[in-house]
């Protein structure tokens, strides 16, 4: 049986550690690993050997196949409809994501949660199907669906054995063309979504996301609660649901991905017949405004039964379609990524004051952030945020060795075999392109596009970029245990707010005492 | 060098009709094929080829886990699996993930109940390296004492992200330790902060004598290799690791039949209320694990599944609501958990989450949620079988856990013939009263009110 066991224990967080060496070095470098220098370890460590195991020098790689990008296909359907379809029979089964162009961001001011909740409403009924019987048909196929928003964009996911491609076309064709918002699953689900706010509001992690995105993005909509607030989920009502979907669900303003084992007829056929009709309409465009500029500013969320305390440092960075993403993407690699990662070498490997910590480039579409996160227990709270600030401002500074820019780039390089080796992750590559409207004629070029990136650029840019002195801090955890320590490591200025009053709609982030809100 | 030779016992079954057609005739996905072999010293090496990309899985499973551990030493499987990256005769501290990134490769490891599995897959080139790395670790371990204490503070920091520090981090972990009177299925996989600092290099000695030896080893090569390379380097880096210096010990305390319900109320401090109920289960590969299967889908796969419906949909009793049973090795618990929604009443779940159990005894399932489970079990096999880190970890359940190679491809057969008389016949047997542990888990300072 293929359940997997309730607990397993994954031995790095989603990160691997820190790159030492390239592709073709790698057998010199553990040579001399072994050959040279005995490193200090050696003189105090035994090796448990059962047998006289032999000293070794690592095995060169076989010859290399050539890898390229996998063929797929770019359709549009006459209302406009972009179609992407990866063809691959190995296993008898289809998937078909459907992307629409407006999530979180689209929530119009006070109705946070509206894209997520009306996406979450789509399969609650639809069509001549009410939410039951949605449920029954696809679960008895033995099919699965998903619906769901993002910050650029909500999605309708399905996977379906490939003799019930057709039903499965059918009701995502319900779902996305006429969801139902029937009072009552709009009551249950308001229900399900304001329950689901209570929990998160006592669970650091997710506080401590929300609040650094608050902090980076001030009152732009990249800044706002997704998933609502009480206020304003109890405030949202049936016509909320029935004019988002209307402005925004529609065919040119959506991206479908038809992947498996299906043909591009077939695929089509079902495509036509059930989204063919689909009426296109003019889509309103969203007025963004820049957000604010970057601002040190240090909030401490008191949470008296933590034993460790989340940290959340970064600042404003560029958008997804930027035309200096690759340097400024390896830069943060270096700093936190997979392949790379100084904070996870001090702050684990050297420190061990964490299990894991890492630094992500959020690129949307109008925007992005760097975030640099990890988590301590309670009296290393002051060391850890130390440590995180001055790697920025390491980045920042020194130029980065080309051993380790190599490294970096060695790692994506190489990696890229293991990003195609499934169609659904073909299918979302082709997918990302379109949806930021970057060339397609980029993902067989994936080698030279990170090959082109030298030390140089990667200064040129931690310099514009990166800006120490303007990070924003949030940290969660036991405030009495650790905030004396904070002026020692150079953060004597902080916002302390209890966990209970966070109010993201705030300015200062507080909810007003005596007026408690609902 | 020596050649040593290794024993081919290829186990690719003769295809068998196909003889059984399901209800709606569910699709047969393509059949998993392996290689099966025994190299001297005892370890088994099962393969399979898949040349659609130029990647290779490579995945080592020892045959140790939680369940192995001494009284007083929880957590120590898993603490031992993060000192097998702190450097071998070859290798250098923290070398091993650092090198397989620099060739463009993913590597880490887990460890469960039952089970340490380390993976790593890799561009198909550079399997000789990662074949090489894994023999030096197994077979030359370095173990020095800073290493030891300074990765247990990892250890601790993690036990602290995972399971101290998030709401209903704790869940799990309260539930095993009251449902198990004496078998070790009762401990956390993480263990204990006690037990981690209890432990000395002694016991990583001892650990690593016993159980990191080749007749406990199972490795699964998947993906873009050629059989002739493999077997080389298998008898080049493997096939040296000398045999253990004793048998490995398999004597886990079992389970005594329980004679009474258990009730158990506890404090947490957790936004919601939590109710479960947990019965005794038996192991994975059982025959009646598989009709079992059948009523944790029907009770708990997606919005049709009864739980579900009536906990959460219909009635509202709870934000959430869920159970499964485990597969374990060894026999389990099936445990259902709601989070009562704020405003209901603990005893309501209670009784709805009992009579949902209760309702299986007598009336089994329906035709139809039979044929249904059987259409999800299908696409559970077919997506799990999508990429070779998803079907080397197929093939490792079926020979370690299962110790039927056969049932790797052969359980979706099994599996379609569960009949609604087993399913009645199975809940008769295991959801009985004198099985079940009833469990409250209360807000400290009180409930939430709307």
């Known amino acids: ?22 592709p073709e070095r790698v057998a010199n470098e553990v040579r001399q690993r072994v050959t040279g220098n005995a490193p200090s370890e050696r003189t105090r460590s035994e090796a448990q050997s ?4 032999p000293r070794d020098n690592p095995p060169r790689p076989l010859p290399a196949r050539p890898v390229t990008f996998p063929p797929y296909e770019i359709r549009k359907l006459a209302n406009g409809m972009q179609v992407v379809l990866v063809s691959q029979n190995e296993q008898p089964v289809v998937s078909v994501r459907m992307i629409i162009r407006a999530g979180a961001a689209h929530d119009p001011k006070g109705k946070h949660g509206l894209a997520m909740l009306t996406a979450t409403l789509l399969d609650q009924g639809a069509g001549t199907k009410s939410a039951e019987q949605i449920a029954e048909t696809i679960d008895f196929i033995g099919g699965a669906l998903g619906t769901g928003a993002g910050t650029d964009l909500s999605y309708v996911n399905a996977v379906v054995m490939k003799d019930s491609y057709d039903i499965a076309l059918d009701l995502l064709a319900d779902v996305v063309q006429r969801p139902t918002f029937a009072p009552e699953e709009v009551e249950r689900q308001r229900q399900q979504a304001l329950s689901a706010l209570k929990v998160a509001a006592e669970d650091p992690e997710s506080i401590a996301d929300r609040v650094i995105d608050r902090l980076i993005y001030g009152f732009h909509p990249y800044g706002m609660p997704g998933a609502g607030t009480t206020e304003s989920l109890t405030g949202l009502t049936r016509a909320d649901f029935v004019d988002f979907h209307k402005k925004y669900f529609v065919p040119n303003n959506a991206l479908i991905a038809v992947v498996g084992d299906i043909g591009a007829a077939e695929a089509m056929a079902g495509l036509e017949k059930h989204f063919g009709a689909w009426k296109a309409a003019e889509v309103p465009a969203l007025a963004v405004t820049e957000p604010p500029d970057a601002t040190r500013r240090v909030i401490v969320i008191d949470k008296k039964d933590a034993v460790q305390t989340e940290i959340r440092v970064g600042h404003i960075a560029i958008p997804r379609k930027h035309n200096d993403f690759e340097a400024v993407d390896q830069a943060v690699k270096i700093l936190g990524g997979e392949g790379a990662n100084r904070l996870q070498q001090v702050l684990r490997s050297q420190k061990q004051l964490t299990y894991g910590a890492s630094a992500d480039l959020d ?5 992005g952030a760097v975030i640099a996160e990890t988590d301590t227990q309670t009296s290393s709270t002051a060391e850890a945020l130390r440590v995180v600030v001055d790697e920025f401002t390491r980045l920042q500074r020194e130029r980065v060795s080309d051993g380790e820019l190599e490294g970096a780039q060695d790692y994506m390089v190489g990696h890229f075999p293991l990003t195609i080796e499934v169609p659904d992750a073909i299918a979302t590559q082709v997918l990302n392109q379109l949806f930021y409207e970057l060339p397609v004629d980029d993902l067989p070029r994936y080698r030279e596009r990170i090959l082109k990136v030298t030390p140089d650029e990667i200064q040129r840019v931690a310099r514009w970029f990166i800006r120490p002195s303007q990070l924003s801090v949030v940290l969660v955890g036991d405030a009495d245990k650790f905030v004396n320590d904070l002026k020692g490591v150079g953060f004597a200025n902080y916002e302390r707010i209890p966990i209970d009053r966070i109010d993201l709609m705030s300015p200062d982030l507080m909810k007003r005492a005596g007026a408690p809100r609902p | 060098m020596k050649k040593l030779s290794i024993v081919l016992l290829v186990l690719v079954a003769a295809a068998v009709a196909i003889w059984y057609v399901p209800l709606q005739a569910a699709v047969r996905p393509p059949k998993l094929e392996y290689q099966r072999l025994v190299l001297p010293n005892g370890m088994v090496v099962i393969l399979h080829q898949d040349k659609s990309t130029p990647i290779v899985h490579v995945e080592l499973w020892y045959h140790v886990g939680s369940k192995n551990e001494k009284p007083g030493r929880t957590g120590f499987a898993h603490f031992f699996e993060h000192l097998m990256f702190k450097g071998s005769r ?157 048998p490995v010990p398999r004597d886990i305390p079992v389970e005594p039949q329980h004679t009474k319900e258990k009730r158990v109320t506890l404090e947490q401090p957790w936004p919601l209320p939590a109710v479960i109920v947990t019965y005794h289960v038996p192991y994975n590969g059982h025959p009646d694990s598989y009709p079992m299967f059948v009523m944790s889908k029907t009770l708990s796969d997606g919005q049709t599944s009864r739980i579900y419906r009536k906990l959460v949909y219909d009635s509202g009793l709870a934000l959430t609501a869920f159970g499964s049973s485990s597969f374990l090795e060894q026999p389990g618990i099936f445990s259902a958990v709601a989070l009562v929604n704020p405003g209901k009443s603990p005893d309501e779940v209670e009784k709805a989450l009992i009579a949902e159990f209760d309702k299986l005894k007598t009336g089994g399932i329906t035709e139809r949620e039979l044929q249904r489970a059987k259409n999800q079990f299908a696409r559970d096999y077919v997506v799990s079988r999508l990429s070779i880190k998803e079907k080397a970890s197929q093939l490792g359940h079926a020979e370690v856990i299962q110790k039927d190679m056969a049932s790797a491809d052969g359980e979706f057969d099994t599996f379609l013939k569960v009949s609604l008389e087993d399913v009645k016949r199975v809940a008769q047997k295991y959801f009985v009263p004198e099985g079940r542990m009833v469990m409250r888990i209360m807000p400290r300072g009180g409930v939430v009110e709307k």
Do not use: C
Request: proline share 5%; charged share 20%; glycine share 4%.
């Open chain 1, 50 to 53: 059962r047998v006289e195991w």
């Open chain 2, 90 to 246: 070859n290798v250098e501290p923290e070398q091993h993930t650092s090198i397989i990134a620099s060739v463009g490769g993913q590597a880490n490891a887990y460890t469960n109940e039952d089970t340490t599995v380390f993976w790593q897959t890799i561009p198909a080139q550079y399997l000789p390296l990662v074949l090489w790395m894994e023999a030096d670790r197994m077979a030359s371990l370095r173990i020095d004492q800073k290493t030891f204490v300074t990765e247990r503070e990892v250890v601790k920091e993690e036990r602290r992200m995972r399971i101290e520090n998030p709401p209903f981090g704790l869940l799990n972990e309260l539930i095993t330790f009251n449902a198990f009177d004496v078998h070790p299925y009762k401990h956390p996989v993480i263990g204990s902060m006690t037990d981690l600092n209890a432990a000395t290099i002694d016991d990583v000695r001892d650990f690593y004598k016993t159980y990191y030896v080749p007749e406990n080893a199972t490795l699964m090569i998947v993906g873009d290799f050629d059989t002739d390379t493999v077997t080389s380097l298998l008898n080049q880096y493997f096939a040296r690791v000398p045999k253990a210096e004793k």
């Open chain 1, 363 to 367: 690129t949307f579409k109008w925007a």
């Open chain 1, 1 to 22: 049986m293929t359940t997997k066991t309730v607990i397993a224990i994954v031995l790095f967080g989603g990160l691997t550690g820190l790159v030492a060496a390239g």
